[in-house]
């Protein structure tokens, strides 16, 4: 598996999440939950790959992580600190870090001191 995909819920998470990478990475947005027609369209074709989900620490992106963990079982899944609720309002030095273990980031937002988040 070499194709790497990153599962987010929406645009402003997948925009922030692209400024953090310094690796060209797939990023699809489910838009929120996941109906029958947008699995065969957004996730059966990646089943196979390399996918990692990142989604919102609040209600609705626990709903479909449970929902993406019954379909896409061998996917890895990054986590955001509750405290920033929304992968789009995490800070980019926190987001590096957790992105950090899978894939290239850029430097500036490499952080040695992350006690502060």
Do not use: W
């Not at 692209?18 to 957004?42: F, N, P, R």
């Not at 061998?74 to 309002?89: P, W």
């Amino acid at each position: 598996m070499d194709e790497k995909i990153i599962i987010v819920e929406g645009k402003n998470d997948r925009k922030r999440v692209q400024k953090v990478l310094d690796e060209a990475v797939e990023i699809i947005c489910t838009h929120g939950t996941l109906s029958e027609e947008k699995l065969e369209t957004l996730i059966l074709p990646v089943e196979d790959l390399d996918v990692y989900i990142l989604v919102d620490a609040d209600d609705s992106g626990e709903k479909l992580r449970r929902q993406l963990k019954r379909e896409l079982p061998n996917a890895t899944h990054l986590y955001t600190d509750k405290d920033f609720g929304q992968v789009e309002t995490t800070p980019f030095e926190y987001l590096a870090e957790v992105l950090g273990e899978y894939f290239e980031v850029k430097r500036p937002f490499l952080s040695t001191d992350l006690e502060r988040f």
